[in-house]
């Protein structure tokens, strides 16, 4: 699986967007990008995944760029409560033998 | 529904006990896997399972064995704890696609279990 980049720290003011990056430059075609969350110390959660088009759900959406180098999880409008280690993740769909693997994240800190 | 479900949440080992980390998963999911988490680090996968009677190791299976009997559950052995196996472990599931046939990559987790190791 590609190898993922994400800046280890990031602040937003409570109700603005928040974009999270993630370079991913040696994705390959059939390699998907996951965003997970992990908040305190709680089990991660699954937020959203896309191949090359952008993906949109109630929880957030996700930009990939072009050429698929890189990606933006964007929060619309971050609250406390989106306070959180974010996880971006590449791997192939359907890979059984390699479940995701987890680096360091982004840890995101929501300010009122 | 409960999803996944560790016990116990938190656990107090002497070096050289031995114990078991249970999980069980309410989705009918195929696939399971262990995964540790250690103080300001990422999650590294331990083992993981496609399926019942079916498993194999991740990045850090030394100190751990894994069975998978049934399709609901998937307990985590420690042998012969030591003080570097003091972590945070979560077990997680995921489903297959109805119409890929293939995993989602979508994982479900339990709220972790708390193992430190004296």
């Known amino acids: 699986d590609a190898k993922t980049t994400q800046p280890p720290s990031m602040d937003c003011a409570e109700g603005r967007a928040a974009n999270l990056p993630c370079n991913h430059s040696?994705?390959?075609?059939?390699?998907?990008v996951y965003w997970y969350r992990q908040i305190h110390s709680q089990g991660p959660q699954y937020i959203i995944h896309?191949?090359?088009n952008n993906e949109t759900n109630e929880m957030a959406s996700l930009i990939i760029t072009e050429d698929r180098k890189s990606s933006t999880l964007i929060l619309p409008h971050a609250t406390l409560r989106d306070t959180a280690v974010y996880y971006c993740?590449?791997?192939?769909?359907?890979?059984?033998?390699?479940?995701?693997?987890f680096g360091g994240g982004t840890r995101l800190m929501v300010k009122p | 529904n409960a999803g996944v479900t560790q016990t116990p949440k938190f656990q107090v080992l002497k070096t050289g006990q031995s114990m078991t980390l249970q999980c069980a998963q309410d989705?009918?999911?195929?696939?399971m896997s262990w995964y540790r988490q250690d103080p300001g680090m990422g999650l590294r996968l331990i083992h993981y399972?496609?399926?019942?009677?079916?498993?194999d190791q991740g990045e850090v299976p030394n100190g751990y064995n894994v069975s998978r009997s049934t399709t609901e559950d998937f307990p985590l052995r420690l042998l012969s704890a030591a003080p570097s196996q003091t972590s945070v472990y979560f077990c997680?599931?995921?489903?297959?696609?109805?119409?890929?046939?293939?995993?989602?990559?979508?994982?479900?987790f339990g709220e972790g279990s708390r193992l430190t190791v004296l």
């Open positions: 040696t994705i390959s075609g059939n390699e998907y």
């Open positions: 896309g191949l090359k």
């Open positions: 993740i590449v791997r192939v769909l359907g890979n059984a033998g390699n479940m995701l693997t």
């Open positions: 399972s496609v399926g019942a009677g079916i498993t």
């Open positions: 989705m009918n999911h195929e696939y």
């Open positions: 997680a599931s995921s489903g297959i696609g109805t119409v890929t046939g293939n995993p989602t990559g979508e994982l479900f």
